[in-house]
Structure formats: C-alpha cells, structure tokens
Nanobody, 119 residues
Framework: QVQLVESGGGLVQAGGSLRLSCAISGSTDRINAMSWYRQAPGKQRELVAGLNSGGSTLYADSVKDRFTISRDNAKNMVYLQMNSLKPEDTAVYYC?????????????WGQGTPVTVSS
C-alpha cells in the first residue's frame, strides 16, 4: 500500500510560481511512474506531467516550458515546479503513482491540493 500527500498549493497571481510537493510513503516493490494531474471545476481530470522510472518526462502541451516534474528518491518526494502561472492553470492538482507490488501494478492518488491563479 502506498500513501501520497500533496502540499504546496495556494493562491498566486498570474505570472507567479508555485512548487507542489508529493510525499510518498508505504511499501512497494518499485515505483514505475509518477505523475501530476489536475481537475478544474466542471472539467475532467487531465494529465499535466509524468516521469517514468527511466527518467523520461512528458508534459501536456498547455504547460510545456512552464512546468517541471522532478523527484528526490532519497526523500521519496515528487515535485511539480510551476512557473508563469495563468488563470487557466486554476485546478485541484493530484499526485499519482504507479507502483509494482508482487507482480501487479497499482495506481495510487493523493487527496489533491488546490491551486488558484488570479488575473
């Protein structure tokens, strides 16, 4: 079982920056991939950024060159650095981890951290 706790959300003006953190705890054989998703009011949850075990990253077109996903293995943390924030980035941001346990992959979600970008 893996537990995820996000932090770092808040209110920021357009053009500002925030860094989201996701603390990973629990037992697993291996973490295969880490991702950040977001869900704006009235919209579906969407992938924002992903990072696999090999270090490859992917980003939604809307956040490329503004957001950066990273991990700190020693601290069991994954981060999302968000720069040049726009009002359309307003959403609840969720950390997601795909973990391997006894030969099966499981997906885990955090509780979400809200981000509000004012114009």
């Amino acid at each position: 079982q893996v537990q995820l706790v996000e932090s770092g959300g808040g209110l920021v003006q357009a053009g500002g920056s925030l860094r989201l953190s996701c603390a990973i705890s629990g037992s697993t054989d291996r973490i295969n991939a880490m991702s950040w998703y977001r869900q704006a009011p009235g919209k579906q949850r969407e992938l924002v950024a992903g990072l696999n075990s090999g270090g490859s990253t992917l980003y939604a077109d809307s956040v490329k060159d503004r957001f950066t996903i990273s991990r700190d293995n020693a601290k069991n943390m994954v981060y999302l650095q968000m720069n040049s924030l726009k009002p359309e980035d307003t959403a609840v941001y969720y950390c997601n981890v795909e973990a391997l346990l006894r030969g099966y992959f499981y997906n885990y979600w955090g509780q979400g951290t809200p981000v509000t970008v004012s114009s």
